[in-house]
Nanobody, 115 residues
Framework: QVQLVESGGGLVQPGGSLRLSCAAS????????VGWYRQAPGNQRELVAT???????NYGHSGKGRFTISRDNPKNMVYLQMNSLKPEDTAVYYC?????????WGQGTQVTVSS
């Protein structure tokens, strides 16, 4: 059974930084592709970043150059470092994992960028 639990969201001023964390439970974590997606009110869920088991990354256009995805396999953790945050980054951020043709989602954590 795979479970993903996000944390680290909150209110931050424009230009600030946040680090989101995702604690994963389940077997063979190091083989998973993991990622972050976000959804703002009235918008579709969109890709933020993914990271494969081999270390390849893919970033959505909105966070490229500002966000960094990483993982700690021994700890079963996924991170998203977000810098230079903008009001348009306000959304619920979801942790995602893909393994053996199955996709899993966390419950989401709210990020609000506002002065």
């Amino acid at each position: 059974q795979v479970q993903l639990v996000e944390s680290g969201g909150g209110l931050v001023q424009p230009g600030g930084s946040l680090r989101l964390s995702c604690a994963a439970s389940g077997s063979f974590f190091s083989f998973w592709t993991v990622g972050w997606y976000r959804q703002a009110p009235g918008n579709q869920r969109e890709l933020v970043a993914t990271l494969t088991s081999g270390g390849s990354t893919n970033y959505g256009h909105s966070g490229k150059g500002r966000f960094t995805i990483s993982r700690d396999n021994p700890k079963n953790m996924v991170y998203l470092q977000m810098n230079s945050l903008k009001p348009e980054d306000t959304a619920v951020y979801y942790c995602n994992a893909a393994f053996r043709a199955r996709i899993y989602w966390g419950q989401g954590t709210q990020v609000t960028v506002s002065s």
